[in-house]
């Protein structure tokens, strides 16, 4: 009877061994998920022949900035109801939005007085030496935010709470910054124009927050001044990548590497994308990665094929993120990244769309993507939207493994006037 029972116990695993041995092979064989498919649409200009989109919310509305004729001055601009309106500035030339825009509408960035930087500073990147104040935007009206006893600030993205993230200048002196560069800088958080100060890592000096979402988190980073960087459009070596929750500095680790580790969006399930040095970096060189950051994890999300280095700027709530990958001559390339895969925007898009995709800067829970892209006929470099395309591959043919182009002169002379835009740079032709 024993030997019955063990029999039938037996055949009784062995069933569900194979039941489990079956789920497991159905679940490995379900199919992924579809590939997206976009439409794209250019966004103009102000007047002038570039424009760069930076921030989307639900509501479809962006942010950005643009030339105006000339294409001597840049302003920011706020995009509604596929209307492109001019944000202005705070009585100097140029603004300037490297920043997102709530669902109220409300954005944000960095705008020039018509007074002199005392220091000589030219802390915005835009060459005029003018201050530079960091700005929040609603229906017309832009309100400039104070710093922390110094001359300048930016502000990089405003919560729906009103909270508005960013970094601004203490009125002390750092001796170890490199010309003009002479004041530390922190990263701070505005609840109406008044500056709070974030704290920074332990040892660094200077420190900036990109983003921040409605629970009060904010990312960023803290390292310490140098010489202008294209890549964070600001005076800056970022050598821990930081999320601020409850007042405190949490380091989110690295890839391997010491420099160059800064944190740029997060969403509202704290999951964290930036850019992360991988080991063997030195204080000038090194390659960095794009990187996802969830419950105390760094995932690497790697480049797509062979190009050296990436960077993720956007995140969504669904865990969608956006943001460039460069190859060896510094080219660039949008992708969006998802359930574990890196994609190329280009291979997404119309084949006839007479655009290529540059950079993807933000995305919303809609699937939204805008960023930067070249027109390939003209040479002129736009902001782009990407709207989803229901129909999928059978209403759009899209393009299969689109190569980069050879931009123009024109193109490039561009990218290269207005690449403190870009938060990875380009490598221009000599």
Known sequence: ????????????????????????????????????????????????????????????????????????????????????????ALGGPHSQSLAGINELGMATGAAELDTPDPSGEDFCGFGTHLICRGFVWR?????????????????????????????????????????????????AVWAGTKALTLPLYQGDTEGAAFWLNDLGESVGASGVCATFDARYSMPFR???????????AIDLG????????????????????????????????????????????????????????????????????????????????????????MYNLNDLIPADSGM??????????????????VQLVTGEVHGFLANLDNGGSTAVQVRAHQAKPMLSAQARRQIGVWVHAKRIGVRLAK
């Not at 019955?4 to 037996?10: A, E, G, P, Q, T």
């Not at 970022?238 to 405190?248: C, S, V």
């Not at 290529?356 to 933000?362: Q, S, T, V």
Request: one cysteine or more.
């Open 356 to 373: 290529y995709i540059l950079d993807g800067f933000g995305i919303n829970d809609h699937g939204q993507v805008v960023g930067l892209a």
């Open 254 to 341: 690295n890839l391997g590497g010491k420099f160059n580790n800064a944190a740029f969006g997060i969403n509202e399930h704290s999951e964290v994308v930036g850019a992360s040095e991988l080991a063997g970096d030195t204080p000038t060189s090194g390659f960095q990665h794009a990187f996802l950051w969830r419950r105390g994890v760094m995932t690497d999300l790697g480049t797509l094929p062979g190009d050296q280095q990436s960077a993720a700027i956007g995140i969504n709530n669904y865990a969608q993120a956006t943001g460039v990958s460069v190859d060896a001559q510094g080219d660039t390339t949008g992708f969006l990244w998802q359930h574990g895969r």
């Open 139 to 187: 229906d017309g009206l832009m309100l400039p935010l104070d710093t922390l006893g110094g001359h300048n600030s930016a502000a990089a993205m405003v919560n729906n709470f009103g909270v508005v993230a960013g970094y601004a200048e203490t009125a002390v002196p750092d001796a170890a910054c490199p010309p003009p560069q002479v004041l530390h800088y922190r990263p």
């Open 238 to 248: 970022p050598d821990h990548a930081l999320l601020w929750r409850l007042g405190r």
């Open 1 to 88: 009877m024993q030997r019955i029972h063990s029999l039938s116990l037996r055949r009784r695993l062995l069933v569900m061994a194979m039941a489990f041995g079956a789920f497991g092979a159905a679940a490995q064989a379900a199919p992924s998920p579809p590939t997206p498919h976009y439409t794209i649409t250019d966004l103009g200009t102000l007047g002038g022949t570039f424009s760069l989109a930076y921030g989307i919310n639900s509501r479809g509305q962006i942010s950005g900035f643009s030339t105006l004729a000339g294409d001597t001055v840049e302003h920011s601009f706020v995009r509604k109801s596929s209307r492109m309106i001019d944000l202005g």
